[in-house]
């Protein structure tokens, strides 16, 4: 089977979705910034379509559940072999072609910035200005750990929304610059998830339930 596009690419970081062009005051960026740490400890469950497509324009589909603090998994459409589970501590990929497992700390990973609701964005994310006032794009990187890449969330302004803000997706520029960009739809909020959902099957030899 022809491999798939790296499932890493998700999870490790992300680069600005729109050309910067229209600059802002601090005050409004610190005000933007407050606005989307509120929306994420606002976000308790939520459930969503997403497609992600990497660098050479390959995309793949599949459906999110995330649960706060720390869970969330990426259930790739029918005939992908790939899995991505945040459990509240690790994030782990699933790859059942080739029967391995990746794993490490949520800390290590921008994607920390979504599903971390303790996480104060002030102090490692910045404002990515755009020409459209309603747009509002926040990167997150740690300037001390480059290796973890970089995140941009990209954020339409909805009233209707928690906090006033509604996901669009995110883009992920790890430190070989390769880039992921994810776009959500038919978002669904406060749904019940049962824990059981961030579960996986261990494909490796022994194979074994894990889960959060």
Known sequence: MKRIVAPLMLVLASAPLVIPTVPATAQQNQSDLSRVNAYIRAVTT???????????????????????PGKIRFQYQKGVPLLI???GKALTVIDYEVRQVQRWPIGNSP??????????LSKFGKVIP?????????QARDPKRPEFGTIT???????????????????????????TAVRLTNQRYGVPV????????????????AGG
């Not at 994607?111 to 104060?120: E, Q, R």
């Not at 755009?130 to 926040?138: F, G, N, Y």
């Not at 049962?194 to 339930?209: E, H, V």
Request: avoid cysteine; glycine fraction near 8%.
């Open 46 to 68: 939520m459930t969503a379509d997403f497609s992600q497509t990497d660098r050479n324009g390959q995309t793949l589909t599949g459906k999110l559940t995330l649960k706060q």
């Open 85 to 87: 589970v945040g459990d």
């Open 111 to 120: 994607l920390g910035a979504l599903i971390d609701p303790s996480k104060d």
């Open 130 to 138: 755009t020409d459209d006032p309603s747009i509002l794009s926040v």
């Open 153 to 179: 969330m990209i954020f339409k302004r909805d009233a209707a929304s928690p906090a006033g803000l509604q996901l669009y997706g995110w883009v992920a520029l790890d430190s070989q610059n390769n880039r």
């Open 194 to 209: 049962d824990n059981n959902a961030f579960r996986w099957t261990d494909p490796r030899p022994r194979g074994r339930s």
